[in-house]
C-alpha cells in the first residue's frame, strides 16, 4: 500500500497510507486549505491577549491593587482579605493567601504584625 509523508508549513508531520487516489485526494484538501485568515490570526491573537490578561492577575496582583485602593490602611487578617477578595468573585484558601502575603511582606510591598496572636498585614 502507498505512503505519504507530508510536512505541512506550521510544523505538522503528516503521514497517509492508502491508495494512489486516497493519497492525491487527501493532498489536494491539505494544499487547498492554505494559511489561516487573516480573522482567524486575529481570533488567535485576541485569544492570547486574554491568557496574557489572565496570567497577569494573579493573586498578589489583586492583593496588590486591594492595597493601591487602600484597603490595607488598617493592619487586617488574613481571612479579612479572603473576605475582600471573595466580594470581588476570587476565592483563595487561607492557605494559599498566607504565602501570597508573606511573599508581598518580603518584597517590601506590605508590613505584618502580630496582634493578639494573629499576623495581621497594612501598608507599608
Known sequence: MP?????TADGAKITIEGSAAEIASIIKQIQSSGPPSKAARR???AAQQTRDRKRRDSASDRVTS???EGFF???KSLSAVAAELEKSGYLYPVTTLSGVMLGLVQR??????KKEG???YGKR
Open 108 to 113: 517590601r510591598l506590605l508590613t505584618r504584625v
Open 118 to 120: 494573629i499576623w495581621v
Open 73 to 75: 490602611n488598617q493592619p
Open 3 to 7: 505512503k505519504a509523508h507530508i510536512h
Open 43 to 45: 481570533i488567535s491573537k
Open 66 to 68: 486591594l492595597k493601591e
